[in-house]
């Protein structure tokens, strides 16, 4: 299973991009990409997914090079209530393996 | 998407005794899993409980203390026995996702507390 390194915190402030990007240098062929969102006393949320490239849906987008060795999830105009935990997780879909996690705090 | 509700939501539970959580979903699933989430820490995967039959359980977590059932395609249940202290944490139960994404969905978790 792949190990992921990602920043442990990050400040950002309303309206600003946000980037965060995970290390996964030891990625497999088969392995996903994917990037979940918890809030306080609450289930991890499903934000993105991707293989290779660029993904976009309507909250985030996910870069990923050809190399697959590392990620970038980007968070478009952060809100204070983006203000969470977001963990980037590298492996089969169906076996989650969580990180530590990037405590993201947004503030006005 | 799935909605996920638990049983109970939080409990305060003296130790040596036993809690069983309930978990259930609002269609049906052939993948349920289970997780700890200690104190301000990361998630951590207890099981895999796919209905008919065993669990799977991942390194460090045992049938014995962690007993799982799963009864039909919309529920499980996750006892924690004999329990210490060391079991305080957030225990949350999710489904796979039916979509094109390997997406997990997850229930709001249950606080256990135990003193």
């Known amino acids: 299973l792949a190990k992921t390194t990602q920043p442990i915190s990050m400040d950002s402030y309303e309206g600003q991009e946000v980037n965060i990007t995970c290390s996964h240098n030891?990625?497999?062929?088969?392995?996903?990409i994917t990037w979940y969102q918890q809030f306080p006393s609450q289930g991890p949320r499903f934000i993105i997914q991707?293989?290779?490239t660029k993904v976009t849906n309507e909250v985030a987008s996910l870069f990923i090079p050809a190399d697959r060795k590392s990620s970038t999830l980007s968070l478009p105009r952060v809100s204070l209530s983006d203000t969470a935990v977001y963990y980037c997780l590298v492996g089969e879909p169906d076996k989650l393996i969580f990180g530590t996690g990037t405590r993201l705090q947004v503030f006005p | 998407s799935a909605v996920i509700s638990q049983k109970p939501s939080r409990d305060i539970c003296q130790r040596g005794t036993s809690l069983t959580i309930q978990c259930q979903v609002d269609s049906q699933v052939t993948m349920m899993f289970w997780y700890r989430q200690q104190p301000g820490q990361s998630l951590t995967l207890i099981a895999t409980?796919?209905?008919?039959?065993?669990?799977?359980?991942e390194s460090g977590f045992v049938i014995d203390k962690f007993p799982i059932s799963r009864p039909n395609l919309t529920f499980s249940t996750l006892t924690v026995s004999n329990m210490s202290p060391e079991d305080s944490s957030i225990y949350l139960c999710?489904?796979?996702?039916?979509?094109?994404?390997?997406?997990?969905?997850f229930g709001p978790g249950t606080r256990l507390t135990v003193t």
């Open positions: 999710s489904v796979e996702g039916q979509g094109p994404s390997y997406e997990q969905y």
């Open positions: 991707g293989y290779k």
């Open positions: 409980a796919n209905q008919g039959s065993e669990a799977t359980y």
């Open positions: 030891n990625i497999a062929t088969n392995d996903y």
